[in-house]
């Protein structure tokens, strides 16, 4: 979570410290052991880009919390961080599918991932991550669209999302949820918050 986040490696046996180590930093920075979406936009748009960031980072917090009690739990934030860090290409494109399917319906709609992609759009331009004249998210929801959706039926199902993004570089760079606006490092004992 935000800038300093630190992110557990799998090296090892340094794998239990590192986790112990960045447990009882997520229990410093949130002593109640649960981060809510006001705690979690606050890390995050530190982090990245401020405010321009804060609706990517709602749809990203409803998406950690699997059990959807309207909390993140360590034990939801670490699984969902480190199958994005270690986790096959299936498996992030699997996390991926649930932060576009907003009403968890097994589909994903144009206007459910235009949403997603208009916060995405908004934060990357606010961290000049995109070129000068960048798609719009209206075109990059199209063009995907276009490559995913085989049966033509208005909607992308979990099976057309993964084959195509598989099948295909640029939707994959797009689908897929990338940590690269948050940095990653390892946990030092002087790190002190996330």
Not at 47 to 65: N, W
Request: charged letters at 25%; one cysteine or more; glycine letters at 6%.
């Amino acid at each position: 979570m935000g800038q300093a986040a630190t992110l557990p490696c799998q090296r090892g046996g340094s794998y239990v410290l590192e986790l112990y180590e960045w447990f009882g930093k997520f229990i410093n920075e949130c002593p109640s052991g649960l981060i809510t979406l006001h705690e979690f936009q606050r890390h995050f748009c530190n982090g990245t880009v401020g405010s321009e960031s804060a609706e990517y980072a709602e749809e990203i917090f409803r998406t950690l919390d699997s059990n959807g009690d309207g909390v993140v739990d360590f034990r939801e934030y670490v699984m969902a961080i480190s199958m994005l860090v270690e986790g096959s290409a299936v498996e992030k494109l699997q996390w991926s599918f649930k932060l576009y399917d907003k009403d968890k319906d097994g589909n994903i709609t144009k206007g459910e991932m235009l949403e997603i992609m208009q916060a995405v759009h908004k934060m990357s331009v606010a961290a000049a991550l995109t070129k000068p004249n960048p798609l719009t998210a209206e075109e990059y929801t199209n063009r995907i669209f276009l490559r995913l959706d085989k049966d033509n039926n208005a909607v992308i199902s979990l099976e057309e999302f993964i084959e195509g993004a598989l099948d295909d570089d640029w939707t994959r760079e797009m689908l897929e949820c990338v940590l690269s606006t948050v940095k990653v490092k390892r946990p030092q004992k002087s790190d002190t918050t996330f």
